[in-house]
């Protein structure tokens, strides 16, 4: 059968390429519907022949392509993220939200517990379902030093708690800082924080090897995969919201806590890495198991 994706083009030509990789007999075709006026032709030529159409955006407002989906009568996956459970609970606090999508699917999949809990609050019934995967990665044995390093988009520094850490870098100076996404801070530079900016996956993976501690302060959240890199690579993961093998932190007060007592767990067994935590994370989130269980949901719905 034939499988229309559509959704930001980062994710989803990975994720087409990832189905293509573990299946041959459904056809995936990713089409660029939100930026491109040919690509919604190409949709609107192929939809009436595929089975299931898989939107890779929750979506709480009008989507021309999605209305089509409906007047075809076609199978519908919505795979929620973190930014489009966030904006579907502004539009539904301000009774702006369009349903219609939501409630027509076949399947609105989640990989994360704070998206679950968004979604029933609109009434749904949501499933897990992972899409995210990680590949066995060389690690190391041992730190050389203790390094914080955190994720944070230049546009969104505030939304993904740029202002703590930097009061968590000027109350520890004798500890390095790096920040990755951002060029710069609008507050006095500080000279134990380092600002990267765009960095490449290798680059990133190579940060991960040397900082034993991960940092992400988001006020809203999907399953992160900067976060299930992180716990991968045995890095101690500080995190705003609950998750297997991370350290929550619910306020600044309990950042700094927290980050003590993990520079002092670290110093008690050597600066090595958590590699009980790494095995764990990557066992369940193996490539193929992930994929192939995506493929199998796909086959069901579109039966």
């Not at 087409?16 to 949709?43: H, P, V």
């Not at 969104?156 to 202002?163: L, P, T, V």
């Not at 609008?186 to 990267?196: T, W």
């Amino acid at each position: 059968m034939i499988v229309l994706i559509t959704g930001l083009p980062l994710f989803c030509k990975r994720f087409t390429a990832d189905l293509k990789e573990f299946d041959s007999k459904n056809t995936y075709i990713f089409l660029d519907t939100y930026n491109s006026k040919i690509a919604q032709l190409k949709f609107l030529m192929l939809l009436p022949f595929s089975k299931v159409v898989i939107s890779l955006n929750g979506v709480s407002d009008n989507s021309g392509s999605l209305n089509w989906v409906l007047f075809w009568k076609k199978k519908l996956i919505l795979q929620w993220m973190g930014t489009d459970s966030l904006l579907a609970l502004e539009r539904f606090k301000n009774k702006t939200i369009l349903r219609k999508y939501m409630d027509y699917a076949s399947l609105n999949s989640v990989d994360f517990q704070l998206l679950y809990d968004d979604l029933v609050k609109f009434g749904l019934k949501p499933e897990y379902l992972d899409y995210k995967f990680l590949e066995k990665k060389e690690l190391i044995s041992e730190y050389n030093e203790i390094k914080v390093l955190s994720y944070i988009p230049q546009s969104r520094q505030d939304f993904y708690g740029m202002n703590w850490i930097y009061n968590l870098a000027k109350s520890n100076p004798n500890f390095s800082f790096t920040i990755i996404g951002s060029e710069n801070y609008y507050l006095e530079a500080l000279s134990n924080i380092e600002f990267k900016g765009w960095v490449s996956q290798e680059e990133n993976f190579s940060l991960m090897k040397s900082h034993p501690i991960c940092l992400r302060l988001t006020e809203h959240d999907g399953c992160s995969l900067f976060v299930l890199q992180a716990l991968a690579f045995g890095s101690e993961v500080l995190w705003t919201f609950p998750y297997e093998n991370t350290h929550l932190v619910k306020s600044e007060e309990e950042l700094q806590i927290k980050f003590e007592k993990i520079i002092f767990e670290l110093n008690q067994r050597n600066l090595k890495p958590n590699l009980k935590q790494s095995e764990l994370i990557i066992s369940k989130f193996v490539k193929e198991k992930v994929i192939k269980n995506y493929i199998d949901k796909i086959n069901s719905i579109g039966k």
